[in-house]
């Protein structure tokens, strides 16, 4: 099955800064990467994701890079403001079986500081 | 998160007891999931349903679990006899049918406590 490693654990940084989470996953034949942001208290929510047959996808401050040569994917947020602290999530769609299920990285704890 | 319907928000088990946990996906979808969030980790897939049908329950512990996606009504994910270790947060998530069934959409979760 696909494994999911996410980095860094916890990241910090001042607002108005860029914020990059970066995601390695091991099954090649995986072509879909979201990433999801949790709150406190709440649910996933999906924020951005890409389709291996795209190298990077941009939404406003939030943009994803793919190098499906590498296998590995990374979160870029820019000009980052106080509501981006949350636990970002990066997933990669599980291809074995009939699951079509998602894996998650374990999470990345971002802290903006005023 | 706006669609998908989880209930109870908050549930406390004694040990023993049985935890059963609702989920109406989002309106046009048909294809459910539910993932188990525990302390500090990441979401684990527990199981795939569509109507009436387990697709995938590969994530699932062998006993006391079991879930269900009938006709009429929303999915259940049953816990038998929770032990501590089963205190977690519950998320379930929704897809429309067809080839864009990866984007899921995740409901607000369920925080099952065992005492």
């Known amino acids: 099955g696909e494994n999911v490693e996410q980095h860094p654990s916890t990241l910090s940084v001042q607002e108005g800064d860029s914020a990059v989470i970066k995601c390695t996953y091991s099954d090649s034949a995986s072509n879909y990467f979201p990433w999801y942001k949790q709150e406190l208290g709440k649910g996933p929510q999906l924020i951005i994701d890409?389709?291996?047959?795209?190298g990077e996808k941009k939404d406003q401050r939030i943009a994803v890079t793919l190098n499906k040569t590498a296998k590995h994917f990374s979160l870029h947020i820019t000009e980052t403001q106080p509501e981006d602290s949350a636990v970002y999530f990066c997933a990669a769609n599980d291809s074995g079986g009939g699951a079509d299920g998602l894996t998650f990285g374990k999470g990345t704890h971002l802290i903006i500081q005023p | 998160n706006a669609g998908v319907m989880q209930n109870p928000r908050h549930l406390v088990r004694r040990r023993g007891q049985e935890a059963r946990l609702r989920c109406s996906p989002m309106k046009g979808h048909s294809h459910v999931y539910w993932y188990r969030q525990l302390p500090e980790e990441g979401l684990k897939f527990m199981v795939y349903?569509?109507?009436?049908?387990?697709?995938?329950e590969s994530g699932m512990p062998k006993e006391r679990f079991s879930a269900e996606f009938p006709k009429e009504g929303p999915s259940i994910l049953r816990i038998q006899q929770v032990v501590r270790g089963d205190s977690a947060a519950y998320f379930c998530?929704?897809?429309?049918?067809?080839?864009?069934?990866?984007?899921?959409?995740f409901g607000e979760g369920s925080w099952l406590t065992v005492v």
């Open positions: 998530a929704s897809s429309p049918p067809g080839t864009a069934r990866n984007t899921i959409y």
């Open positions: 349903l569509q109507k009436e049908n387990i697709i995938d």
């Open positions: 890409i389709r291996s047959n795209v």
